[in-house]
């Protein structure tokens, strides 16, 4: 180790510290490490240094404090090498992922203002969950393809203006490359592409992650190309009409932007604002089944607040401060993204009296926010009242951040959150959701990968005579 860098574990050669991980899911062992060598400690991933950050304290000096310092991401991953670089998601601290960056946060609220709201296009979306669970009245369903479904539908449409029938088998194909190279991404074949370059280009099981990719880019380049052909210049319909009329604009400039990086670009988000959201509902409705009173304390406030009216909008979100407490709470017992998207710094800096180089891989720990003693009232229970006051209103404390901080926050966090609300409130509002009687307990361990995925359960549906 460097002088005056992090401490760690003993390091063997060729294979660093992987000895000491679950390749398969490592996360309790970064819990365990944490107890023997504090919130900032080192690990090898193979010859490879990276550094895990733990609690509110440390994540906020390194990504808020010296945000431009953290900001950087690595460039020599299975996940680069898969992606070619291109897109946003992993691009490092430069000028193309801010211009990429600014775009898409421009583009996306303006498409939230345009002709048709962001929240109508979730609304519509909506009632085509709706047809999926009048089906199963009666029986019990699966809601994963369903959830993962409308998540897809509701990027697709902002990005390229479509939407696909459920059953579609494109979307299919594409949303299940996507669920399995989320699982690759940090599983152990990725650590074992990571850590010994020698290995990679064998045939092992990391290959499956460049099929997959290869199969979406083709579907982005078909986009693409018909948006190409059908568009009427600066008449944008959709992202990928907006990122067209800007490349013309920008002409040869030397600009960062190109048809290559918009077909990676357009998968990025697609593949961002789809395994992030439905995993969260996922995990609502798996709490929200078997905590009944909870269910029913929301249904309660959202008659109230929505009578005599069609629909929820996003505003109700006001004045339903349970519900709002509810949906944080999923999200801070999901943890969706545990181990967020890994940063590299960028130069050489300190971190709580620690030197760390230029070009080490920072690794955060989310749950050591999520779940940290002395930043919750019931750090490992789920509970809403870790959001409500002793009036009842809605609070958020520091340590809620799931879509991370800094200047490499969640870029989709607000359509995230409306897609949360809306989806959530007009589903409760509908029905009762019901843990089958012969489902036995509930198994809320989630399966391990740059998403946390809930283990498949099957759900009953029946309407609410209240409404
Ligand atoms: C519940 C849903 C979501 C969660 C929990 C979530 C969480 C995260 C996290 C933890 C990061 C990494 C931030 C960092 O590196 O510090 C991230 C990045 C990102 N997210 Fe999300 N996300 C969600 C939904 C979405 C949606 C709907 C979109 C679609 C537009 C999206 C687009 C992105 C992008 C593009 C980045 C990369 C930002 C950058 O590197 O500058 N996310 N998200």
């Not at 992090?6 to 398969?24: A, D, K, R, S, T």
């Not at 899911?25 to 733990?54: M, W």
């Not at 002395?374 to 809620?400: C, D």
């Amino acid at each position: 180790r460097p002088k005056n860098f992090p401490p760690g574990p003993p390091i063997l050669p060729v294979v660093g510290n992987l000895l000491e991980l679950n390749l398969e899911n490592p996360l309790k062992d970064f819990e365990r490490l944490r107890t023997t060598y504090g919130d900032v400690y080192s690990l090898f991933i193979g010859r490879k240094a990276a550094v895990v950050i733990n609690g509110l304290e440390t994540v906020k000096e390194a990504i808020m404090t010296k945000a431009a310092d953290f900001a950087g991401r690595p460039q020599d991953l299975l996940v680069n090498d898969v992606t070619q670089r291109k897109g946003v998601i992993l691009a490092d601290y430069g000028s193309s992922w801010r211009e990429h960056r600014r775009f898409a946060l421009m583009t996306l609220r303006n498409f939230g203002l345009g002709k048709k709201s962001m929240e109508n296009r979730i609304l519509d979306e909506i009632q085509y969950t709706i047809k999926t669970l009048e089906k199963s009245i009666g029986s019990t369903l699966c809601p994963r393809v369903m959830f993962h479904n409308a998540a897809s539908n509701i990027i697709c449409q902002v990005l390229f203006g479509a939407r696909y029938e459920y059953d579609d088998q494109r979307i299919k194909v594409i949303v299940q490359c996507f669920t399995e190279n989320a699982k690759i991404a940090n599983g152990p074949w990725a650590m074992v592409y990571d850590s010994i370059p020698g290995v990679r280009h064998l045939p092992l099981p990391f290959g499956k992650a460049f099929e997959n990719y290869k199969t979406c880019q083709d579907f982005a380049f078909r986009l693409v190309n018909e948006h190409k052909k059908t568009r009427v210049p600066n008449e944008p319909r959709d992202f990928l009409d907006c990122y067209l009329d800007e490349l013309e604009k920008r002409g040869d400039d030397g600009s960062s932007f190109s048809e290559e990086q918009l077909t990676n670009y357009i998968l990025d988000l697609h593949f961002a604002g789809t395994d992030t959201t439905s995993n969260t509902l996922l995990t609502a409705f798996l709490y929200l089944m078997n905590y009944p009173h909870v269910q029913e304390r929301c249904q309660q406030e959202i008659d109230q607040e929505l009578q005599g009216k069609d629909q929820a909008t996003y505003d109700d979100r006001q004045n339903m401060p349970y519900v709002q407490a509810v949906i944080h709470e999923v999200q801070r017992v999901a943890n969706t993204v545990p181990l967020s998207v890994f940063h590299c710094t960028t130069k050489d800096t300190e971190l709580m009296g620690y030197s760390i180089p230029k070009g080490t891989m920072i690794i955060q720990n989310m749950a050591s926010v999520l779940r940290e003693e002395g930043q919750w009232k019931f750090p490992h229970e789920f509970n809403p009242e870790n959001f409500l006051n002793e009036e009842g209103e809605f609070v958020k404390p520091e340590a809620f951040m799931p879509f991370s901080a800094g200047p490499r926050v969640c870029l989709g966090e607000s359509l995230a959150r409306m897609e949360l609300f809306l989806i959530l409130v007009t589903l409760l509002r509908k029905y009762k959701f019901i843990w089958p009687e012969d489902a036995g307990e509930p198994d809320y361990t989630p399966v391990y990968g740059v998403t946390l995925t809930p283990k498949a359960y099957r759900m009953k549906v029946q309407p609410r005579t209240s409404n």
